[in-house]
């Protein structure tokens, strides 16, 4: 069966600090994989999708850039953290169908201090 | 422009007290509607996809019915373990999938 590992589960980071959020998925190939933020009361915002090894799309311009530097994984990153930044970051995968559901791991909190 | 909206925002029920969330939308081209459930500090969990006006899908006390401009989630008889959000999203294109704020349930024992 298919498993998603995401880590670290909690992160505090000073403002202008960099990051690195890693997520890998194990037991499919070639997934469409996702990064989410979601912030209290709100919908979860798409931050950036990859359908291959180092294809990514970015669906809202900000501080953050992600990378697919293998099939399974999918990283997201920031030179420079800023306070809005904060949130709950979540990665998820998908199956070949492009009507199949979207699948999360358990999300990592983030608090820029 | 396209939305997706949960109501009520939470939901307060004694357990045995069913009751239903609702899950509007307004999407051009909908190609499916998702649900989810999400307990505090975890990610979402897979629950039901539905494609056309008139689809229904159950799981245990859950049934997700569809309609199109809006999708219910009827919780028969709720027990404390139901307690989560439930999420709802919308798929309107590849990789664009817009979700709603969620619903707060909480069951009272």
């Known amino acids: 069966s298919q498993t998603i ?4 589960a909690t992160l505090v980071q000073p403002v202008g600090s960099p990051l690195s959020l890693e997520c890998t998925v194990e037991g ?7 990064w989410y933020r979601q912030a209290a009361g709100r919908g979860l915002q798409l931050l950036f999708y990859s359908v291959g090894i180092g294809q990514i799309s970015s669906e809202v311009p900000q501080n953050l850039s992600a990378s697919r530097p293998q099939d399974r994984q999918f990283i997201l990153s920031s030179k420079k953290l800023l306070l809005s930044d904060s949130g709950f ?3 998820a995968w998908r199956g070949d169908s492009k009507d199949s559901p979207l699948h999360f ?7 820029v201090t | 422009e ?3 909206t949960q109501s009520p925002e939470a939901l307060r029920l004694q357990e045995g007290e069913s009751s239903s969330l609702n899950c509007s939308y307004t999407v051009s081209g909908l190609r499916g509607l998702f649900w989810y459930r999400q307990d505090p500090g975890k990610g979402p969990e897979f629950l039901f996809t539905l494609y056309s006006a008139g689809e229904e899908k159950e799981k245990e006390r859950l049934k997700a019915t569809l309609t199109k401009k809006e999708s219910f989630l009827h919780i028969t008889a709720p027990k404390p373990e139901d307690s989560a ?12 999938m817009r979700f709603g704020a969620g619903t707060r ?3 009272k024992p």
């Open chain 2, 85 to 96: 959000t439930y999420l709802c999203a919308v798929q309107k294109r590849d990789n664009d």
């Open chain 2, 2 to 4: 396209d939305q997706v």
């Open chain 2, 105 to 107: 349930l909480t069951v």
């Open chain 1, 28 to 34: 499919t190939s070639n997934p469409n994989l996702y």
């Open chain 1, 5 to 8: 590992h995401q880590w670290p």
């Open chain 1, 89 to 91: 970051y979540l990665c």
């Open chain 1, 105 to 111: 791991g358990n999300g990592t909190r983030l608090t």
